[in-house]
């Protein structure tokens, strides 16, 4: 019986590991780097030290450490030289940073479709947005996936763009054989807790292989001054903010990245040993994982297919009874992003900063570009079959092993297989309100 009707439920608490995974070896790195840090002084050796790693992981040579992934890219955007009223394309299906770090440059985003299979920016979509206006181009790496870098840069190059990999979800992927972190021109990554390269608090990296764009960044990340050596003069020159990232932050992200590769091994193998796992049951597509990348599973994407379950119920109501039946089975799966960012009322209502800018101030393109939702059928589509397994409910990474994958697809299976029937009445419920 179905634990939502009353059974025993798969899986019990403490079943599964939460992340981020936290050793002996983060704890006495942050210990140590306490001890380095009185008295307060910018920028902290410990933090440089991290920056030269990330360096050193991705194979970049310019790298800045910050409080946001948010942060981070913003500082790309900024260091791409996008100005009031220029352009940036960036996908309809992502978090809303990846589209309000254009905001916060004054600038415009402008959304692009997804693609179908991999749920990253088509290039072939980005590129029919390109105007004389656009200056850039953000890919997100979605689950823990990379975009289409090559047709990508492709694109960028044919009208003189830079390219931003939103690195936030992918720590440790690659595309052909290059990591996540160094696919574009510029990369912004997330550390927040929940990221597969975690400061268990917040925390973001920049990275670029361009000293101009560098050094741009740098000033962006601290109050608009210049920073030389271990000496301040005070002095903005440009707008800047304060994203100095938290040092004990920085601690604990370089303890987990000396781990990242290990961690990576795991995750790919749990998240491939689900999909193996899940062939064969009806009303559900697991990832596609193109043959030139890798998957980090940040999140590990189901789509629903109540078609191949020759029900009829919609696929609302299919989804809804998946995540009931699923949660009391002790499975932690949701939805993620509900519709495509530009349906959020930040973009329909045009309020931004108030006034309507930065849609109306005056460099941008004189009438505003709607943004309508049902511009963006794929991400629309994505938004309402998606379920997600992943970030610190029902992680990927370690200590959890393909035993945990088998207990996740036991889950699954027993809901649309063994109890199907039950299943069935549930989704129907809930298609009539029922439920
Ligand atoms: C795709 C994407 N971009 C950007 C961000 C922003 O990162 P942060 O939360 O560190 O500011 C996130 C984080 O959730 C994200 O998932």
Same mark, same amino acid.
């Given at each position: 019986?179905?634990?939502v009707?009353g @059974?025993?439920?798969v =899986?019990?608490?403490g079943?599964?590991?939460?992340? !981020?995974?936290?050793?002996?070896?983060?704890?006495?790195?942050?210990?140590?780097?306490?001890?380095?840090a009185?008295?307060?002084?910018?920028?902290f050796?410990?933090i440089?030290?991290?920056?030269?790693?990330?360096?050193q992981a991705i194979?970049?040579?310019h790298?800045?450490?910050?409080?946001?992934?948010?942060?981070?890219?913003?500082?790309?955007?900024?260091?791409?030289?996008?100005e !009031?009223?220029?352009?940036?394309?960036?996908?309809a299906?992502? &978090?809303?940073?990846?589209?309000?770090c254009?905001l916060?440059?004054?600038?415009?985003?402008v +959304? *692009?479709?997804?693609?179908p299979? $991999?749920? $990253?920016?088509?290039?072939?979509?980005a590129e029919?947005?390109?105007?004389?206006?656009?200056r850039a181009?953000? /890919?997100?790496d979605?689950?823990?996936?990379?975009?289409d870098?090559?047709e990508?840069?492709?694109?960028?190059?044919r009208?003189?763009?830079? =390219?931003?990999?939103?690195?936030?979800?992918?720590h440790?992927?690659?595309?052909?054989?290059r990591?996540?972190g160094a696919?574009?021109?510029?990369?912004? /990554?997330?550390?927040?807790?929940?990221k597969?390269?975690? *400061?268990l608090g917040?925390?973001g =990296? &920049?990275?670029?292989?361009?000293?101009?764009?560098?050094?741009?960044?740098?000033k962006?990340?601290? &109050?608009? #001054?210049e920073?030389?050596?271990?000496?301040?003069?005070?002095?903005?020159r440009?707008?800047?903010?304060?994203?100095?990232i938290?040092?004990?932050?920085?601690?604990f992200a370089h303890?987990?990245? @000396?781990?990242?590769p290990?961690?990576?091994?795991?995750?790919q193998?749990n998240?491939?040993?689900?999909t193996?796992?899940? *062939?064969?049951? !009806?009303g559900?597509?697991?990832?596609?994982?193109?043959?030139?990348?890798?998957?980090?599973? +940040?999140?590990?994407?189901? =789509?629903?297919?109540p078609? #191949?379950f020759?029900?009829?119920?919609p696929?609302?109501? +299919?989804?809804?009874?998946?995540v009931?039946?699923?949660v009391?089975?002790?499975?932690?799966?949701?939805?993620?992003?509900?519709?495509?960012?530009?349906?959020?009322?930040?973009?329909?209502?045009g309020?931004?900063y108030?006034?309507?800018?930065?849609?109306?101030?005056?460099?941008?393109?004189?009438?505003?570009r709607?943004?309508?939702?049902?511009? +963006?059928p794929? /991400?629309?589509?994505?938004?309402?079959?998606?379920?997600?397994? @992943?970030?610190?409910?029902?992680?990927f990474?370690?200590?959890?092993?393909?035993?945990?994958? #088998?207990?996740?697809?036991?889950?699954?299976?027993k809901?649309?297989?063994?109890?199907?029937?039950e299943f069935v009445?549930? *989704?129907?419920?809930?298609g009539?309100?029922?439920?």
């Open positions: 019986m179905l634990a009707n @059974g025993t439920p =899986l019990g608490p079943d599964i590991a939460p992340w !981020p995974h936290i050793t002996d070896d983060d704890r006495a790195a942050v210990l140590a780097v306490m001890d380095r009185s008295p307060w002084r910018w920028p050796e410990p440089q030290e991290f920056e030269a790693a990330w360096a194979g970049l040579p790298t800045i450490a910050v409080n946001s992934g948010t942060a981070a890219l913003h500082m790309a955007v900024v260091a791409a030289g996008v !009031p009223g220029d352009e940036v394309i960036v996908p299906d992502t &978090f809303l940073a990846t589209a309000s254009v916060q440059a004054n600038a415009i985003p +959304f *692009a479709d997804t693609l299979d $991999t749920f $990253t920016i088509d290039p072939a979509a029919r947005c390109v105007t004389r206006r656009t181009i953000i /890919a997100v979605l689950n823990g996936l990379p975009a870098y090559d990508l840069a492709a694109v960028a190059r009208h003189n763009l830079a =390219l931003i990999e939103d690195a936030a979800q992918s440790g992927a690659t595309y052909h054989d990591p996540a696919l574009a021109d510029m990369s912004g /990554a997330s550390l927040n807790g929940s597969a390269l975690s *400061a917040e925390g =990296l &920049f990275a670029t292989a361009n000293e101009d764009q560098y050094l741009v960044a740098r962006v990340m601290m &109050f608009g #001054e920073i030389a050596g271990r000496t301040r003069d005070y002095n903005a440009i707008m800047g903010w304060n994203y100095r938290d040092l004990l932050a920085a601690a303890s987990q990245l @000396g781990r990242l290990q961690m990576t091994r795991v995750r193998h998240g491939a040993a689900l193996k796992a899940l *062939a064969g049951i !009806p559900l597509s697991t990832p596609v994982v193109p043959a030139d990348r890798t998957h980090v599973y +940040f999140f590990y994407p189901l =789509l629903v297919r078609e #191949e020759d029900l009829d119920v696929v609302a109501a +299919f989804r809804d009874a998946v009931a039946a699923a009391a089975e002790g499975l932690p799966i949701s939805r993620w992003q509900h519709h495509p960012v530009p349906a959020q009322p930040l973009f329909q209502d309020r931004g108030g006034r309507g800018c930065p849609w109306t101030c005056g460099h941008a393109a004189p009438a505003r709607a943004y309508h939702p049902g511009d +963006f794929v /991400a629309e589509e994505t938004c309402q079959r998606r379920l997600v397994l @992943g970030q610190s409910l029902s992680p990474g370690p200590p959890n092993d393909l035993s945990t994958m #088998e207990r996740y697809a036991e889950v699954l299976h809901i649309l297989v063994t109890e199907r029937d009445r549930l *989704a129907r419920e809930i009539t309100g029922g439920a």
